[in-house]
């Protein structure tokens, strides 16, 4: 499958900004997906993970109770909406997605996903 991030920018702490997961050339719905970021000198994070048909969603540490991921997959989309940004969160932020996970997993480490995006950059801007 590929995958297409868009919706990063530059805002301000405390906003709020929605990025999306487009995916194409493959049935979507057989993919758990995730968001991963990495910040200038530091290794990537694993942000936030969904099951292939949404019901089961799983976030880092940093970002429980701010981020929320969601999917409909009659878009092929997976969106990653972020709430109360703090300038920690500035990254490039990439989708990425793996088949053949079992019904209602996700991917927990992410070095297990098989198919990445380009990324996008998050700038939080205090």
């Known amino acids: 499958v590929q995958l297409q991030a868009s919706g990063g920018g530059l805002v301000q702490v405390g906003d709020s900004l929605t990025l999306s997961c487009k995916g194409s050339g493959d049935t979507f719905s057989d993919y758990a997906v995730g968001w991963v970021r990495q910040a200038p000198g530091k290794e990537r994070e694993h942000v936030a993970a969904i099951s292939r048909a949404g019901r089961v969603t799983r976030y880092g540490d940093s970002v429980k109770g701010r981020f929320t991921i969601s999917r409909d997959n009659a878009k092929n989309t997976v969106y990653l909406r972020m709430?109360?940004?703090?300038?920690?969160?500035?990254?490039?932020?990439?989708?990425?997605?793996?088949?053949?996970?079992?019904?209602?997993?996700?991917?927990?480490?992410?070095?297990?996903?098989?198919?990445?995006?380009?990324?996008?950059?998050?700038?939080?801007?205090?």
Not at 95 to 108: H, I, L, N, Q, S
Request: hydrophobic share 30%; charged share 15%.
């Open 83 to 126: 709430s109360s940004l703090k300038p920690e969160d500035t990254a490039v932020y990439y989708c990425a997605a793996r088949d053949r996970v079992v019904t209602g997993a996700v991917v927990t480490t992410f070095t297990q996903y098989n198919n990445w995006g380009q990324g996008t950059q998050v700038t939080v801007s205090s």
